[in-house]
Nanobody, 115 residues
Framework: QVQLVESGGGSVQAGGSLRLSCAAS????????MGWYRQAPGKEREFVAR???????TYTDSAKGRFTISRDNAKTTVSLQMNSLKPDDTAVYFC?????????WGQGTQVTVSS
């Protein structure tokens, strides 16, 4: 099993920044992709960003140029730097990790952006 714990959510005004972090523990060997999804009220969970074990990154279009995903050298912590935040970014952000064809999820952290 892999346990994921997110931190760094909160409230910010439009144009502000937040940094989310997610630490993996448990059986962390062979974790491959790590990344973030988000879910706004009344909407489906949607992909935000991912980073592969070698460091290749992928972003949803709305995150490109504003969000940066990174991973520590031990490959067990993933961070999401979010700049130029918009009210549309308001959601619960979930960290995930892929290991041995299974996806593990964190409990989520709330991000609220006010106009």
């Amino acid at each position: 099993q892999v346990q994921l714990v997110e931190s760094g959510g909160g409230s910010v005004q439009a144009g502000g920044s937040l940094r989310l972090s997610c630490a993996a523990s448990g059986i962390i060997s062979s974790i491959r992709d790590m990344g973030w999804y988000r879910q706004a009220p009344g909407k489906e969970r949607e992909f935000v960003a991912r980073i592969s074990r070698p460091g290749a990154t992928t972003y949803t279009d709305s995150a490109k140029g504003r969000f940066t995903i990174s991973r520590d050298n031990a490959k067990t912590t993933v961070s999401l730097q979010m700049n130029s935040l918009k009210p549309d970014d308001t959601a619960v952000y979930f960290c995930y990790a892929d290991r041995n064809s299974r996806t593990f999820w964190g409990q989520g952290t709330q991000v609220t952006v006010s106009s």
